[in-house]
Every structure is written in structure tokens, then in C-alpha cells.
């Protein structure tokens, strides 16, 4: 079983940057993959980021590419999602997944545990 704690959202205003963080518990979150989702208020969640679990392959959306950057301290059991020049459209509830075999997805239904979520809010 894993737990996963995301932390570090808040209100920041447009153009500006954002840092969230997922803190795992467990032995094995070295050899998880691990994914940023997000969800707007009304809207389906949608995929944001994910990293494998070598930190040799990452995935991004298109609507974040170029702006955000997922990483991972496995050390620490975090996974990191840096948000700059960040647009009123990513106001959403952030979530991490873990994905037990290690490749990463854009496909949520891939990803075993789920973390409560972190609300960013990009005010224009």
C-alpha cells in the first residue's frame, strides 16, 4: 500500500510560478512511476505529467509543455511538478498517482494509488 500526500498549491497570480510536491510513504516508491493529474471545477480530470520510475522518461500534456516540469527525489520519496507562467486555465485540484509497474501513462486508469489533491488557483 502506498500514501501519497500532495502539498504546496495555493493562489498565485498569472504568469506566476507554483511548486507542488508528493510526498510517498513506502519502501517501493523507487520503482513506481508517477503522475500529476489535474481536475477544473465541471471538467473531467485530465492528465498533466508523468515520470517513470528511473527518472528516464517523462510525459507531458501539450497544454503544459514548455511550462511545467515533473521530477522525482527518491531519496525522499517525492515527486515534484514545477508550474511557471502559469495561465488562469490551470486552476484545478492536483493530484499524484503512483503506478505500481514503473512506465508511466497518460492513461489514468493505469495508476493504483491516488493522493486527496492540492488546490492551485491562478487568478488573472
Known amino acids: 500500500q502506498v500514501q501519497l500526500v500532495e502539498s504546496g498549491g495555493g493562489l498565485v497570480q498569472a504568469g506566476g510560478f507554483l511548486r507542488v510536491s508528493c510526498a510517498a510513504s513506502g519502501r517501493t516508491f523507487s520503482s513506481y512511476a508517477m503522475g500529476w493529474f489535474r481536475q477544473a471545477p465541471g471538467k473531467a480530470r485530465e492528465f498533466v505529467a508523468a515520470?517513470?520510475?528511473?527518472?528516464?522518461?517523462?510525459y507531458y500534456a501539450d497544454s503544459v509543455k514548455g511550462r511545467f516540469t515533473i521530477s522525482r527525489d527518491n531519496a525522499k520519496n517525492t515527486v515534484y511538478l514545477q508550474m511557471n507562467s502559469l495561465k488562469s486555465e490551470d486552476t484545478a485540484v492536483y493530484y499524484c498517482?503512483?503506478?505500481?509497474?514503473?512506465?508511466?501513462?497518460?492513461?489514468?486508469?493505469?495508476?493504483?494509488?491516488w493522493g486527496q489533491g492540492t488546490q492551485v488557483t491562478v487568478s488573472s
Open positions: 498517482a503512483a503506478d505500481r509497474y514503473g512506465s508511466g501513462s497518460r492513461n489514468e486508469n493505469i495508476y493504483d494509488y
Open positions: 515520470i517513470n520510475w528511473s527518472d528516464t522518461q517523462t
